[in-house]
């Protein structure tokens, strides 16, 4: 594997494999989030190119932390940068949410970073960011390798798969209403979505932690491993997982992040949609053929057939994916014809 390469301040990533990035986060001694690391993270996400990189691993560079929270300090910048005098209702922050993002979408950011709205544009990336790992059509895998708390949760939460160190300790939790906060990274809506209503309430109130078997039964990781198997685990994850369409992968994350909020006819269409482009993929065309020739050769029956049969598809060999793929196997096709 790889040596570690340190890429900016705060992030140092490697490659178990040429499509295959993982991306550690080392700010010592807490491993706090802050402006500067999303700023980092955006530099290396935003640009990720699917022909080069199909599955992304986030994990933490300091021993027993994957991400504590986020820095406590940049909060207390943004409360003293507001005058007591200025009116600032929810509603009222609401709005220059918006607007930043406007202002942030013409290239604009450094220049609300130098007025007292600075916090603002902090909250959007931190959104933006977020939002990358959910619509990218890369796997995002988060490896949590220690405390995960408050932002750091959010942080994990935000990713598609999520594999935990197995650990008898409180690791993982919305703790912000503790100190007088609430989620602000968007702890409510993913606690609320996965866990329902009573349960997302108790734990966001309570600002209760949750150790790694707890977390695994509520359904917040997908694994659970022994932490010196963590990488190792998170990377068979992603190689698994990497061999899927990009397209598919894209579509799915799109169809349950965006369409599990719409109403049901509306989240059936933006399914319907994805499935017909899906099936106008040509490596997907490939792949229908390859599986109607392969059912019609060995025409499985039993359950142990079926066992057998299946494997190749669900460990990713079946067919490759890779963007063009198709269209090179036609190629070859052609040539040994001529």
């Given at each position: ?101 406007m202002i942030a979408s013409l290239g604009l950011r450094f220049l609300v970073r130098k007025t007292l709205f600075a916090g603002v544009a ?49 690791v993982m939790g919305q703790i912000e209403s503790l100190i007088g906060l609430i989620p602000g990274g968007g702890g409510t809506q993913f ?20 150790n790694s078997s707890e977390a695994l039964e509520l359904g917040l990781v997908n694994r659970v491993t022994p932490a010196e198997d963590l ?108």
């Amino acid at each position: 594997m790889a040596d570690w390469e340190q890429v900016s301040l705060r992030l140092r990533t490697r490659r178990p494999q040429a499509d295959i990035l993982i991306i550690s986060l080392v700010n010592g001694p807490y491993n706090f989030l802050d402006r500067q690391c999303f700023d980092e993270l955006n530099a290396i996400i935003a640009p990720l190119d699917i022909k080069t990189t199909r599955a992304v691993i986030l994990t933490g560079g300091v021993k027993d932390i994957f991400v504590l929270h986020y820095n406590v300090d940049e909060i207390i910048d943004f409360g003293l940068s507001v005058p007591s005098w200025l009116p600032t209702p929810p509603f009222m922050l609401r709005a220059a949410l918006r607007l930043e993002s406007m202002i942030a979408s013409l290239g604009l950011r450094f220049l609300v970073r130098k007025t007292l709205f600075a916090g603002v544009a902090d909250l959007n990336l931190y959104k933006e960011v977020c939002n990358l790992f959910r619509s990218k059509p890369q796997v995002f895998i988060a490896a949590i390798n220690g405390a995960c708390f408050a932002g750091g949760c959010e942080f994990a939460l935000a990713c598609d798969y999520r594999v935990l160190i197995d650990t008898q300790t409180p690791v993982m939790g919305q703790i912000e209403s503790l100190i007088g906060l609430i989620p602000g990274g968007g702890g409510t809506q993913f606690f609320s979505r996965t866990l329902g209503t009573a349960k997302a309430l108790e734990l966001c109130l309570e600002g209760k932690t949750l150790n790694s078997s707890e977390a695994l039964e509520l359904g917040l990781v997908n694994r659970v491993t022994p932490a010196e198997d963590l990488l190792p685990t998170a990377i068979e994850v992603a190689q698994r997982l990497a061999r899927r369409s990009p397209y598919v992968i894209q579509a799915i994350k799109d169809s349950i992040h965006i369409g599990s909020s719409l109403t049901l006819s509306d989240g059936l269409l933006r399914e319907q949609g994805w499935f017909g482009g899906a099936a106008l993929m040509a490596e997907t065309h490939e792949a229908m053929k390859k599986y109607a020739r392969l059912i019609e050769e060995e025409r499985p029956h039993t359950l142990d057939d079926f066992q057998d049969y299946l494997q190749p598809f669900a460990n990713g060999t079946f067919f490759d994916f890779t963007p063009g793929s198709a269209k090179s196997a036609t190629s070859t096709k052609t040539v040994k014809t001529d």
